[in-house]
C-alpha cells in the first residue's frame, strides 16, 4: 500500500503527464556526473514502483508487447533485441540505468568541437566517422537523444550540442546507405510486391520524442550565442567553468536550423508501423502535429530548399525506409499530414516534385483488400504479412480526414491545370474509400471553380461531377444520411457543367439513383423552369432534354411502380403517348404490385387531372386489395373508400352497381357501410356529373332493389356481428357507448322496408343472448323497449 500511495503521489504530485515522467527519469540517471550508490539507490525505487499494479503503462494499451529497445544497439554495437512485456512509464529508467559515459569516442565527441577522424586513431572499421571526417555516434536514436536530453538538462548545452550533431551525421549516413541499399535490392523487393516495417518503434511519436530533442537542442543552439562563460563537462569527475573560443561543429554553408529541419523532415518521412492502443496512436498524430507546426515557424531560404528537395528525392526513392516509398507496409503510418506540408513547401520552387511526393503519399494501404503478391500489375499495391489488424486503428477518421486535406489541397493548387487535375482525380478515386470525404472534396472543388464572378472553371467542374458521380455509385447499395443532399448537389453540378451532363446522368441513372430519386429528384428538377432558365436552352434543347426525363421516369415506373408511377404521370402529363404509357404500367402493376394507398393515390391524381374513368378503373382495382374490419372504424382508407363510392356515383347507376360489390367485399366497418348507403340515397346517381346526367332517369335508387340493397343488407349484416364482437369482452364503463352504438344501428335498421321488424328480433335476441349482463340489458330496455 505504501508502495502504490507513494507512485500515486509522486505521479499526482508533477506536472506531467506519466509517460513524460518516464523521460525525465531517464534525464536523472543518465546525468554524467551520477554516483553509483545515487544509481543503485534510483534503480531501487523505480523497480518497486515498476512492480505496483496501478503503475501506468508506457503507450497506455494494456496487454501489448514491445521490445527492448533501449538496447538493441548498446554503446555503439549492435545487440540482441530482448522481448518484454508490461513496458511501464518506468522501464526504460530501469534499463538506462546500465547505460554509462565511459566509451572513449563518446567522451571525444562530447568533450572537443574540434574533434575528426585524424584526431582518433582507432577507427578500422570506418564506421565512427563520416566521409567528411565528422564523427558519428551508432546508438539506438531514442536513447542517444535521451543523452542529449540528459546534457542539457543538466547544464551542459554545448556537449548536448556536439552529441546531437554526432547523431544527426549519423541520421544522415544512415540515410545514405538506406538508399544505396535499396537500390541495390530494387528489382527483387518490387517483385515481391510487399514489404515489412524496419522500424517497429517510430521516433515520431516515441515516449522519448528523440526528434523533438534533437530539433529543439539544434534551434535553441542556433538562436543562442555561441561565445560566452560554458560549463565544461570533465567526465573524469569534476565540474568547472572555462571560456571556449568559437568553434565550428558544421560543415561549409550549413546552419543549425538546416540541421534541425532536416532532422524533422528524416524523422517525419520515417516509414514506422502503427502502434497498438488509442492513447499511442493520438500521441503519434500530435507529436507529428507539434514537429510541423515547429517547422512552420521557420522561413524558408534557398539552402533549405535544397534541404527539401534532397529529403523529397529520398522519400520517393528510399523504398521500404520510407513512408513515401514505392513499397510501403499495410500498417505503416500514413503520411498525409506531413506530405500536405511539404507539398505547400515545395510547390512554388519545385511543382513537379511537390506533386509528385503528394500523390504518392495519398494511398492508405490499410484501407486496401489484400491482394496475391503476383499481382503487378499496380506494382504500389501493398500485401500485408501480418494479421489484418485493421480495428486497432482508432485514429482512422483523423487519418481520413487528413487523407481529404491533402486532395483539397491538391486540387485548389490545380485549378486551370487540366494535366494535374486529371491526375489529382485519380489518386482521389482509388485511394480516398469514405463517400463522406469524396463529397466534401467534390463541394470544394465545385465552390472553387465557381468562385469567381467570371465564367467558371470548366475543367474543375468536371472534376468536381466525376467525383460526384463516384460518390453516387458508392452510396447507391448503402445507406447514408446525407444521400438526399448528394443526389441534389449532384444535379445543381451537372447543371453548371452544361446539359450534356444532364442528360448524361439521365441516360445511365440506374447505376447513380434509385428509381425514387431519379423520378423525384433528378428528372423533376431536370424539367423545372429554373433549370431551363440556367441553361439557356431554346425549344428544341428544352424538348430534347424533357424526353430524355420522360424515357428515365418510364424506365424507373416499370423497376418500381410502387414508388415512381405517380411521378412519372405527371413528368409525362404533356406528352400523349409518354402519359399513355405510364398509365399501362400502373394497370399492369396494380394487380399485385402496388398498394390500395398508392392506387388510391394516383387515382385522385387522375380526377384532378381531368380523367373521371381512368380514376374510377383505379379505385376499382384498389379496392380488391382493401380490407376494413369491423373495429377500424378509424382506418386511414375511410376516406379514399367514401371518395371512390362518391366518384362511382357521380358517374352513374352501372358504375356504382359495380363499385358496390366490391365495397361490400372489402369493408365490414358497420359505421362506414351506413355513412356510404346514406350518401348514396341522397342523390340521384349521375347527376352530380353533367356529363353523365342524360343517361340517368333522374330518379333516386332504390333500397329493395340491387345494388343498393346488398349495400343495405350487408350494413345492417355489419351492425349485428359487430354488437356480438363488442358484447363478447365489453366492461361497464363503455355502456353508454355501446347503447348510442345500436341507436345508430337501428338508423340503419329503419332504412329497410321492414327494418322495424327486424331490428325488434335484433334486440330480443341480444336480451335472450346476453341475459347475463344484466345492467346493460336494463339500459337496452329503457332505450329500445
Known amino acids: 500500500m505504501n508502495q502504490t500511495h507513494g507512485l500515486n503521489c509522486f505521479i499526482l504530485g508533477m506536472s506531467y503527464p506519466p509517460v513524460c515522467a518516464g523521460a525525465l527519469w531517464m534525464c536523472i ?34 496487454g501489448n508487447e514491445l521490445p527492448n529497445l533501449t538496447h538493441s544497439l ?33 567522451q571525444h565527441i562530447i568533450a572537443s568541437d574540434l574533434y575528426a577522424n585524424y584526431c582518433y586513431h582507432d577507427n578500422q572499421d570506418g564506421s565512427l566517422f563520416d566521409s567528411r571526417g565528422w564523427p558519428l555516434w551508432h546508438e539506438h536514436v531514442p536513447t542517444a537523444c535521451a543523452r542529449v536530453d540528459a546534457l542539457r538538462s543538466h547544464g551542459y548545452p554545448r556537449e548536448a550540442l556536439r552529441l546531437a550533431i554526432a547523431v544527426v551525421n549519423t541520421l544522415r549516413r544512415q540515410q545514405q546507405r538506406q538508399l544505396e541499399h535499396f537500390r541495390r535490392h530494387k528489382k527483387e523487393l518490387l517483385q515481391k510486391g510487399h514489404t515489412s516495417i524496419t522500424n517497429m518503434e517510430g521516433w515520431v511519436g516515441h515516449p522519448l520524442d528523440p526528434i523533438g530533442t534533437l530539433f529543439s537542442t539544434l534551434t ?17 569527475g569534476t565540474t568547472r567553468l572555462c571560456r571556449l573560443p568559437v568553434q565550428r561543429l558544421l560543415g561549409e554553408g550549413e546552419s543549425y536550423v538546416a540541421l534541425a529541419v532536416e532532422t524533422a523532415l528524416v524523422g517525419l518521412g520515417q516509414q514506422r508501423v502503427m502502434p497498438d492502443g488509442l492513447y499511442a496512436q493520438e500521441k503519434v498524430c500530435r507529436n507529428e502535429e507539434q514537429l510541423l507546426a515547429k517547422l512552420q515557424e521557420v522561413e524558408l531560404d534557398e539552402s533549405l530548399v535544397k534541404i527539401f528537395r534532397k529529403q523529397a528525392v529520398f522519400l520517393l526513392e528510399a523504398g521500404p525506409y520510407s513512408g513515401l516509398g514505392e513499397i510501403v507496409h499495410r500498417e505503416s503510418v500514413p503520411m498525409h499530414t506531413f506530405a500536405r506540408y511539404l507539398f505547400t513547401s515545395l510547390l512554388p520552387h519545385d511543382a513537379e516534385l511537390a506533386y509528385k511526393l503528394a500523390l504518392r503519399a495519398m494511398r492508405l494501404p490499410v484501407l486496401e483488400s489484400t491482394a496475391s503478391s503476383s499481382d503487378l500489375s499496380r506494382p ?16 482512422l477518421s483523423h487519418i481520413e480526414s487528413q487523407q481529404c486535406e491533402l486532395a483539397s489541397t491538391m486540387l485548389t493548387a490545380a485549378k486551370g491545370d487540366s494535366r494535374r487535375l486529371e491526375t489529382v482525380l485519380e489518386s482521389i478515386q482509388k485511394n480516398i474509400h469514405s463517400s463522406s470525404h469524396i463529397f466534401k472534396l467534390a463541394q470544394d472543388a465545385f465552390k472553387i471553380a465557381t468562385l469567381m464572378d467570371s465564367l467558371p472553371d470548366i475543367t474543375l467542374l468536371k472534376v468536381s461531377l466525376e467525383l460526384g458521380l463516384q460518390v453516387m455509385r458508392i452510396t447507391l447499395s448503402t445507406l447514408n444520411w446525407r444521400r438526399r443532399e448528394m443526389v441534389r448537389w449532384l444535379v445543381t ?31 423533376t428538377t431536370v424539367m423545372s423552369n429554373s433549370t431551363i432558365v440556367r441553361l439557356h436552352l431554346d425549344c428544341h434543347q428544352q424538348e430534347n432534354l424533357a424526353s430524355s426525363a420522360r424515357t428515365l421516369a418510364l424506365q424507373c415506373a416499370m423497376k418500381d411502380p410502387q414508388n415512381c408511377a405517380l411521378s412519372a404521370l405527371t413528368l409525362c402529363e404533356k406528352d400523349h403517348i409518354a402519359f399513355e404509357t405510364a398509365y399501362q404500367i400502373v394497370l399492369d402493376a396494380a394487380a399485385t404490385g402496388m398498394s390500395y394507398t398508392q392506387l388510391f393515390t394516383i387515382a385522385r391524381y387522375m380526377e384532378h387531372r381531368g380523367y373521371p374513368m381512368r380514376a374510377y378503373k383505379l379505385a376499382t382495382l384498389a379496392m380488391a386489395h382493401l380490407n376494413l374490419s369491423y373495429n377500424q372504424d378509424t382506418h386511414p382508407a375511410i376516406n379514399d373508400v367514401l371518395w371512390a363510392c362518391a366518384l362511382s356515383h357521380s358517374l352513374g347507376k352501372n358504375e356504382l352497381a359495380a363499385v358496390i360489390p366490391l365495397v361490400v367485399k372489402s ?25 353523365h346526367s342524360r343517361r340517368n332517369s333522374g330518379k333516386l335508387m332504390s333500397l329493395d332493389k340491387a345494388p343498393l ?13 359487430t354488437t356480438h364482437s363488442r358484447l363478447t369482452h365489453i366492461s361497464p364503463r363503455h355502456y353508454s357507448e355501446f347503447i348510442e352504438f345500436l341507436g345508430k344501428a337501428r338508423e340503419t335498421f329503419m332504412m329497410a322496408h321492414d327494418g322495424h321488424i327486424q331490428f325488434t328480433q335484433f334486440i330480443d335476441n341480444l336480451k335472450q343472448i346476453y341475459k347475463g349482463k344484466k345492467k346493460l340489458m336494463m339500459l337496452v330496455r329503457e332505450r329500445f323497449g
Open 29 to 62: 540517471v543518465l546525468n554524467p556526473h551520477c554516483k553509483a550508490e545515487q544509481k543503485s539507490s534510483w534503480l531501487r525505487q523505480l523497480r518497486r514502483w515498476n512492480s505496483v499494479d496501478v503503475c501506468p503503462w508506457e503507450d497506455g494499451n494494456h
Open 74 to 106: 548498446p554503446q555503439g554495437a549492435h545487440g540482441n533485441q530482448e522481448m518484454r512485456s508490461h513496458r511501464t512509464v518506468f522501464t526504460r529508467a530501469i534499463e538506462a540505468c546500465d547505460l554509462h559515459w565511459q566509451d572513449r569516442h563518446l
Open 220 to 236: 535553441e543552439s542556433g538562436r543562442s550565442g555561441e561565445e560566452g562563460l560554458n560549463t565544461c563537462l570533465d567526465l573524469s
Open 380 to 395: 504500389h499495391h501493398i500485401v500485408s504479412v501480418v494479421p489484418n489488424r485493421y480495428p486497432r486503428w482508432f485514429t
Open 493 to 523: 453540378c451537372a447543371t453548371e457543367v452544361g446539359v450534356y451532363a444532364l442528360d448524361s446522368i439521365m441516360q445511365s441513372w440506374f447505376t447513380l439513383f434509385t428509381p425514387t430519386e431519379a423520378t423525384s429528384i433528378v428528372a
Open 667 to 691: 369493408v365490414k366497418c358497420a359505421t362506414v357501410l351506413s355513412d356510404i348507403l346514406r350518401r348514396c340515397t341522397l342523390t340521384t346517381p349521375g347527376m352530380v356529373s353533367a356529363l
Open 709 to 721: 340493397r346488398q349495400l343495405l343488407d350487408a350494413t345492417i349484416g355489419a351492425y349485428i356481428n
